[in-house]
């Protein structure tokens, strides 16, 4: 009950916004409301984030790639694995599994079975334009489950023999080198990402465009990648 009243603080005051929308009737069809999905292509995106586009030139499911990235980061995505393999019987292992099944199949939008029976029973469901954004609950689901994964691991480590150097030595060595690995992979992301545009004309006229065009020094955004509009 707590809990349910904890939602409704936020979700009746967007529920009463909603109804001045311009999507207050919400889409009359599952395939309209569920458009920005992920496909089954997204899957190359969990080893190499950029195998469909960047956001300048994205060609996969969906349109746009910011919305549809299916990519969690490879270190993570391996202790996740390992939690799943090596910890299922430890609380709450399974019920974040759930999670990210069910959210991925949400993801899918149109092209899957949840978001059309969610579309057809679950309230509001018609107002979503944007399944792939449940791929938040996804990157949740899995660094709690990377979490489980790490301390398999250490666990695995510490049961060799608490008092001998080199568990002593594995048991710093291991997370220093998870996260070295992370910070590396992260790096590489950012720097296709990340990069200084150059100084050029807008490719549209408008404020946003205008800004974004003369960017430069400090400032890294890229002026021509592909948005949601509103």
Not at 36 to 45: E, L, M, T
Request: hydrophobic fraction near 50%; include cysteine; charged fraction near 15%.
């Amino acid at each position: 009950i707590a809990v349910v009243g904890l939602v409704a603080m936020d979700l009746v005051p967007t529920f009463i916004a909603t109804t001045h929308s311009v999507r207050a009737d919400g889409f009359g069809s599952a395939k309209a409301a569920g458009a920005v999905g992920i496909g089954w292509a997204n899957a190359r995106q969990l080893i190499d984030p950029f195998a469909l586009g960047d956001p300048t030139g994205y060609s996969g499911p969906g349109e746009y790639f910011w919305e549809t990235l299916f990519y969690f980061g490879r270190v993570s995505l391996g202790l996740s694995a390992l939690a799943v393999f090596g910890a299922w019987k430890r609380h709450p292992v399974p019920r974040l599994l759930a999670i990210v099944v069910v959210s991925i199949g949400f993801a899918f939008g149109s092209g899957g079975p949840i978001f059309e029976i969610a579309f057809r029973i679950v309230p509001m469901v018609s107002l979503f334009r944007v399944p792939a954004r449940a791929l938040f609950f996804t990157s949740h689901a899995l660094a709690l489950l990377a979490a489980f994964g790490l301390d398999t691991v250490l666990l695995w480590l510490r049961e060799r023999g608490p008092g001998r150097p080199m568990v002593r030595i594995g048991l710093n060595v291991v997370p220093c080198t998870l996260l070295l690995l992370s910070v590396a992979e992260l790096s590489y992301f950012a720097n296709r990402i990340l990069r200084t545009s150059p100084r050029e004309p807008p490719l549209l006229n408008g404020a946003v465009k205008t800004i974004f065009a003369e960017a430069q020094g400090p400032v890294r955004v890229l002026a021509d990648q592909t948005l949601l509009p509103d």
